[in-house]
């Protein structure tokens, strides 16, 4: 008897009925966490993003924000008209009821822009409550509708000043980082612990990524693709591609970014 093979190989598979796109460093469906304390560029950060991704979702961007009608940028977005509906109050219904009306949509693969801006406190505290359980589901199943719309129509963003705000369930499907602003030693510790992944397990590579990312500029940001694994000054300048890293254990961390930045884009 021949010796059976267990190498593990890829899986071809159709991917037409997943509805994704790719355009520049995005991929979609995707979910967003923009992170960062008052003043930090949060709201600036988001009127870049719906503008330049608008090619994707054209205009197909709904708000759930108290706040951002109060700030000038949130005027120049109902200016603009760059979304198509604001909520000041989140609730399972009138997010049920935008899915509803998305899937009663003729045109499967048109995309959506759900934003999320400063409203995690008003989501159910008790985790075993039906609404808590819903807003869960619904970030588990969002590439595929939330169950209600169409596959891959759906993308999410979300801004909080705090990552302690961040259900377990919003940080395991996260597919984004944003970092704004100024964070506090502890909590740049705690990042470093949790989202070392992308820098195969070292906190201190980690921890060299943000420092060159948080430049002289006060609104330069960190932006960290956990699905790809790739780690951007901002959204234009990469800093890291563990892809593309060499493994060798005599490279020190600064040489190993130096090596992937140095890379043309």
């Excluded at 994704?20 to 966490?33: A, D, I």
């Excluded at 503008?51 to 940028?73: E, Y």
Aim: net charge negative.
């Amino acid at each position: 008897m021949s010796n059976p093979d267990f190498k593990i190989k890829p899986v071809d598979v159709e991917t037409d009925g997943f509805n994704e796109e790719e355009y520049g460093m995005f991929q979609f469906p995707s979910l967003g966490v923009g992170i960062g304390h008052v003043a930090a560029g949060k709201s600036t950060l988001m009127y870049n993003l719906i503008d330049k991704l608008d090619p994707v979702f054209q205009g197909n961007v709904i708000i759930w924000s108290p706040t951002i009608m109060n700030d000038p940028i949130g005027k120049k977005l109902e200016e603009r008209e760059m979304y198509l509906e604001h909520f000041e109050e989140y609730s399972n219904a009138n997010l049920q009821a935008v899915l509803n009306v998305i899937s009663q949509q003729d045109d499967k693969k048109e995309k959506y822009l759900l934003v999320f801006d400063d409203i995690l406190g008003m989501l159910p505290k008790n985790m075993m409550s039906k609404d808590h359980k819903y807003f869960s589901s619904f970030i588990s199943t969002y590439r595929h509708g939330g169950g209600i719309a169409g596959e891959g129509q759906i993308s999410l963003l979300f801004f909080t000043q705090y990552y302690k705000d961040l259900s377990p369930v919003l940080r395991s499907n996260a597919t984004y980082y944003f970092f704004l602003g100024s964070h506090s030693e502890k909590h740049i510790n705690q990042y470093s612990e949790e989202l070392n992944a992308i820098t195969e397990g070292s906190s201190d590579k980690f921890l060299e990524l943000w420092n060159r990312a948080k430049g002289s500029n006060r609104y330069d940001f960190l932006t960290l693709d956990m699905r790809k694994l790739k780690a951007y000054k901002n959204l234009d300048e990469k800093l890291y591609d563990r892809d593309n890293t060499t493994s060798s254990s005599q490279q020190s961390p600064s040489e190993e970014l130096e090596e992937v930045s140095s890379e043309p884009e």
